[in-house]
């Protein structure tokens, strides 16, 4: 179990860092639910409406504070210098991938754990359901496998976070699909038998891309 | 023979741009070989 | 010069075989009953569609060999098969979309193949553009690398996802109901033809950056002997 420790010595680093100053979480929540009453306005009214649009408006509301969430992956290291310090530490690669995935699936969750009560609140929808919960925590975990991968690499491009979006938007693209039709789904209280192809989907999505990100992590990161 | 039209401008324009690429390989290609022939040149003049 | 030698076989090939599939597609197959005239951009359309994920994979193949091996040639492959697979990428989506406007009335539909299509032109540029952003060569030809793995593994998964999300069953991707004959073989001979096409094309790519790295290198050469002082 060393590996894991190791790891999460990185995943509690990033907590401390964050619970200190409360700026990005904070930040990223307001964002969330800017975003959502920005879609409600574009978007009208009526009841029917809500119940057609809401899953859409999650997600991308999601999408977006993802791509904040992730950003702070990497970038704050590289500006301020740490990332070398990170390299020489005496961790492998993997378990520094490890460690900042869990820190952003974490801070991916408080966010989304925040927002999803409020969106219930603003929408009169039974939001708050397991298959919802299940529905967000796995989408949350392939975007975050995948995230954590793509900011290691923009971090080391001219571009930094203005390239991130373009990089790894259409790779999750089937897990943003997946989200949004289980969700509508989840939202109208179907049963668990209609949601569980999509569910199978962002699974899978989630264990391939888990094991490819690891295993090509090292990779991005080396000098 | 409706639609003709729509068979005839995909054609085209595939054959178009796969041609139009072709050609475009091929002709920089030969500049490049006459470019490393001329450089190679210059190596062995300065060598001797 | 065994390279020129194979070119000019598959220029032969090539040319034969497009010339064969052209007949085909123009005189030899029937009319198909409900689409008329317009169906014959299927056998365009297909193959170029196939060589955008042949491409890919050919990228795949490349990325993970070089990532493996750290050598350039791998990287000249995965980069010359890049570059032709999004010229096709934009070709499938082109000819999708001129069938598209006869058949059902509209120029674009978020049907899932050209939905996929579509997803996978934007992870081609995402290919190209983690390689030019990047600092350094080499480094760019690591981050591409990485795009070209982690692309190719989603291209199975969005081809579900975006096909189940059309509500259509994943079974009846590939071929709707069945082909005649000498459809079939229409079809295939223009798979041939383009095959061999995009073999062409990759070896004349791939020669081409060799020789951009060889010229690299020789004009190195030269500025070092300029400057060991020869006149």
């Known amino acids: 179990m060393r590996f894991l420790s190791k790891a999460l010595v990185i995943t509690w680093k990033d907590a401390l860092s964050e619970m200190r100053t409360k700026e990005v979480l904070s930040s990223v929540v307001v964002f969330a639910l800017l975003v959502i009453v920005i879609f409600n306005f574009a978007f009208g009214a009526s009841q029917e409406k809500m119940l057609l649009v809401a899953p859409g408006i999650l997600w991308v509301t999601f999408t977006f504070a993802g791509m904040l969430s992730i950003n702070r992956a990497f970038i704050p290291e590289k500006e301020q210098g740490c990332l070398e310090g990170l390299m020489v530490c005496p961790i492998s690669r993997e378990a520094i991938y490890i ?8 801070f991916m969750l408080i966010v989304e754990a925040i927002a999803l009560p409020i969106f219930t609140f603003l929408f009169n929808l039974p939001v708050l ?9 796995l989408a949350t ?6 995230g954590t991968l793509f900011s290691a690499l923009a971090v080391n491009t001219k571009a930094r976070e203005m390239v991130l979006p373009i990089l790894f938007l259409p790779i999750v693209v089937p897990l943003i699909i997946s989200a949004v039709k289980a969700s509508e789904l989840a939202l109208s209280r179907e049963s668990w038998a209609t949601l569980a192809s999509w569910l199978g989907i962002m699974g899978a999505f989630d264990v391939i891309f888990l094991v490819v990100s690891f295993l090509v992590f090292a990779f991005v990161i080396e000098e | 023979m409706e639609n003709a039209g729509y068979l005839l401008a995909a054609f085209t324009l595939v054959w178009a741009l796969v041609f139009g690429y072709v050609i475009v390989l091929f002709a920089r290609e030969r500049g490049l070989r006459k470019e490393i022939e001329s450089l190679k040149e210059t190596l062995k003049e300065r060598q001797g | 010069m065994g390279k020129s030698y194979l070119r000019n076989i598959l220029s032969a090939v090539s040319f034969l075989l497009m010339a064969a599939s052209l007949y085909m597609v123009f005189v030899y197959v029937p009319t198909e009953a409900t689409m008329g005239i317009v169906q014959r951009i299927f056998y365009l359309m297909v193959p170029v569609a196939w060589l955008s994920l042949l491409s890919f994979l050919i ?3 490349g990325s993970i060999l070089y990532l493996r091996k750290k050598q350039s040639r791998w990287d000249v492959l995965a980069r010359s098969s890049a570059e032709i697979g999004i010229i096709f990428t934009t070709l499938t989506l082109i000819t999708g979309s001129l069938w598209a406007r006869p058949v059902w009335g509209v120029w674009w539909t978020w049907e899932p193949r050209l939905t996929a299509t579509l997803v996978l032109w934007f992870i081609y540029l995402a290919y190209f553009l983690a390689r030019s952003l990047a600092a350094e060569e080499h480094r760019g030809a ?7 793995i982690l692309g190719f593994v989603d291209v199975p998964i969005i081809g579900l996802a975006t096909t189940l999300w059309r509500g259509i069953h994943p079974g009846a991707l590939i071929f709707q109901g ?7 073989l229409t079809l295939m001979v223009s798979l041939a033809a383009f095959t061999a096409l995009y073999s ?15 010229i690299k290198r020789l004009l190195g050469l030269t500025a070092e002997r300029h400057n060991t002082g020869d006149r």
């Open chain 1, 99 to 106: 460690g900042k995935m869990l820190g952003s699936l974490l």
């Open chain 3, 142 to 148: 690591t981050f591409a690398a990485v795009v070209g």
């Open chain 1, 141 to 146: 975990l392939g975007f975050v496998a995948v």
């Open chain 1, 129 to 137: 359901s397991l298959q919802l919960v299940v529905v967000t925590v």
């Open chain 3, 59 to 61: 990228v795949f193949i």
């Open chain 3, 178 to 184: 069945g082909l005649a004959p000498s459809m079939l």
């Open chain 3, 200 to 214: 062409l094309l990759l070896l004349q790519r791939i020669s081409m950056k060799n020789d951009e790295i060889e």
